[in-house]
């Protein structure tokens, strides 16, 4: 387990176009993440973590190279493919939290097992709130909770499809110090005890340095 | 997790927006129903009013037959005269099954409407008149003592407005004469409920009309005989014959091209509904992108989207299909009470008749519609790349 090969890039290239300008946001970037890990990727904004992330997450197709998830190549994999790989293998975590905020707590948390057309089983996700700290919050809709139970449901969200990795982008960008750590030590706990894999990107090198590994990007490449 | 409760709760968050635009869906559906119920009650009652005369042929004096017809319908005055000869002459024809002369007059009534005054309408009629209509009962008294008797029947709304009961008097104003209550008919819903009967002879003496008829009412053995029967009588001075099916005929032509034009404003109500539909669903799709966005990222299929905004468009239709039936239901009499004051002629009986059918299939074209304004938007969600929704609504 601890030797399976999660993520494996070669010369991976993302470039957009910002009106007739060509932008490398991804140039050229070789890597390879093993089951287990917890990894963050750091650099200033426009460094291209956030384009990597995407890419390692399957939104999004990569312009050349080649990328492996759990040994499929998805460089240029069709949407329809890719909803498969998400909604059966990734969870996301966003800055901005990104709830539905017209449904409650668990709704929000059962809409990923509903998409995946997994059985919703109630207990099993009421244990998962239980197990992050908002057992008291299941019916209240996210206008109701605080920036820190905000993105604790998001990780609830995340994790109720029981994926193989995580993908966070920014994960705390909108929390103060304290929620950031509980945050973080949550990934921690998850990471150690659960052996789940964890891909986060940050400008934050304290949260950075908690992981097992830091890859650092300047502009779309590995530094 | 149940999209139509997802759905349901997406359209409550902009409260206002919504109701207007389910408020526009129910203002079409109850317009269309309504013009709908129009339509049917309108002809009913227009066919139960010409069946109830009890013949099928009119004969008056040579003049419009229309405006004749429409007069007999309204139970109007203004008629001109024709020979009893007439009436003597082809009243013995073997093709005809029963026959009827009759003598329309009217009277002013000062005392009339809480003396506002009003049209008092009488008629001089014979036997064979209520032999043509069957239905007609008295619901109190009988009919005349003698052919020239001084005495009359009331029509059933006649006797309330004057307060008579047989064997009470009742004077015709202007023709220093008292008549007596003899009869009075139970409600028929036609034009004859308004109507004051005598026997021929006596309107003739009173209205000073010696030998004269306004109309010959007519039925025949065999309606195929009619256009031969009509061609008989074409040469004979004075005269004309009105078919009442040709009259019912060209009322409803008359209808049916104002239906159309009323149906074209229904049906304008309608695509403005509709894209004022179209129009909340797109805003309300763009004003979620990121969510969208990240309802793909966790893993919803194009189809899953396109169904959360199909649900909530036809949500909305629904919502607004039922409200305007309701609607058209509760104000179908305020719009026969406008409409008989509106129209020049309005047949008796229940003019805005809202059918079973109407309602179900004014529903189902509510969903329908709502299943159609739904796929644009449903499409433009559905086809959102996540990266894109999610980092455009950011």
Known sequence: MANEIIIKAQNLVKIYMRGTEKVYAVNGVDIIIMAGEFVALMGASGSGKTTLLDLVGCLDNATSGSLEVFGRDVSRAKEKSLVILRRGHIGFIFQE?????????????????????????????????????????????????????????????ALAINPKFLIADEPTGNLDTKNSQEIVDLFKKLNKEEGLTIILATHNPTLGSQAHRIVNLRDGKIV | MNLV?????????????????????????????????????????????????GYQLLITAKGCPYEAATLMLKGGGGLRYMEEAVYDKITSDPRIDKITPQLVSTAYDPERQDGRGGIALYMG????????KPWSKFKSGGWFSGLDADEVIMGYEAAELEQRSVGD?????????????????????????????????????????????????IKLQDLGQLSKFEEDLYNEPGIQIISLAQVKGTILNLVSSAKAMTSSVAFIAIII??????????????????????????????????????????????????????VALLGGKTVEII???????????????????????????????????GIYPAYRAASMKPIEAIRRGE
């Open chain 2, 273 to 326: 509904a509709v894209i004022g539909v179209v129009n909340t669903i797109l805003m309300s799709v763009f004003e979620r992108t990121s969510e969208i966005g990240v309802m793909k990222a966790i893993g919803a299929s194009r189809l899953d989207v396109f169904k959360i905004i199909w649900v909530e468009t036809t949500l909305i239709c629904v919502l607004g299909g039922a409200i305007g039936d309701v």
């Open chain 1, 97 to 157: 939290f990104l709830l539905i905020p017209t449904l409650t707590v668990l709704e929000n948390i059962e809409l990923p097992l509903y998409f995946a057309r997994l059985p919703q089983v109630k207990s099993d996700l009421k244990e998962l709130l239980k197990k992050i700290g908002l057992g008291h919050r299941i019916n209240h809709l996210p206008k109701q909770l605080s920036g820190g139970e905000r993105q604790r449901v998001a990780v609830a969200r």
């Open chain 2, 339 to 373: 409409l008989k004051k509106v129209l020049p002629y309005a047949p008796n009986g229940q003019l805005v008749v809202i059918t079973p059918d109407a309602i179900i299939l004014s529903f189902i074209g509510a969903v329908v519609i709502g299943l159609i304004a």
């Open chain 2, 125 to 132: 009629i014979e036997k064979s008149y209520i032999e043509l």
């Open chain 2, 5 to 53: 409760s997802v759905a349901f709760r997406n359209l409550t968050r902009k409260k206002v927006r919504t109701v207007l635009t389910i408020g526009g869906v129910a203002i079409a559906i109850a317009v269309l129903v309504s013009l709908r119920g129009f339509d049917t009650g309108y002809q009913r009652s227009l066919k139960t009013d010409i069946d109830k005369m």
């Open chain 2, 169 to 217: 008097k009742i004077f015709v104003p202007g023709k220093d004469k008292v008549l007596k209550v003899a009869g009075i008919f139970e409600r028929t819903g036609t034009q004859d409920d308004g109507m004051i009967f005598m026997p021929l002879k006596t309107a003739q003496n009173i209205f000073n009309l010696p030998g004269k008829l306004t109309g010959i009412g």
